[in-house]
């Protein structure tokens, strides 16, 4: 069975930056491609970025230059370094494999105020 975890989020101030992190099991995760998600309040859940088995990346407009996705295969984990963040980056973080979804995790809550 495959699990998600999430985890690193936090509430911060407005041009701050976090780093979130999630760790994969029941899967290969070195063998598919990740991505990061964001859902905020009364919001669909949008995809923010992703990365392939490659390292190439793919960013959304809203946070593209100032996100930056990464991967460790060997520990499973994907990782999202977040700066400057703004107060619309408010919203709960999860990660899932774009092209092979699987059980959503808990995500982790970013709240960025200004």
């Known amino acids: 069975q495959v699990q998600l975890v999430e985890s690193g989020g936090g509430s911060v101030q407005a041009g701050s930056s976090l780093t979130l992190t999630c760790t994969a099991s029941?899967?290969?995760?070195?063998?598919?491609?990740m991505a990061w998600y964001r859902q905020a309040p009364g919001k669909q859940r949008e995809l923010v970025a992703q990365?392939?088995?490659?390292?190439?990346?793919i960013y959304s407009d809203s946070v593209r230059g100032r996100f930056t996705i990464s991967r460790d295969n060997a520990k499973r984990t994907v990782y999202l370094q977040m700066n400057s963040l703004e107060p619309e980056d408010t919203a709960v973080y999860y990660c899932?494999?774009?092209?092979?979804?699987?059980?959503w995790g808990q995500g982790t809550q970013v709240t960025v105020s200004s």
């Open positions: 990365i392939n088995t490659g390292s190439n990346t």
């Open positions: 029941g899967r290969t995760a070195g063998s598919y491609t």
């Open positions: 899932n494999f774009p092209y092979a979804l699987t059980s």
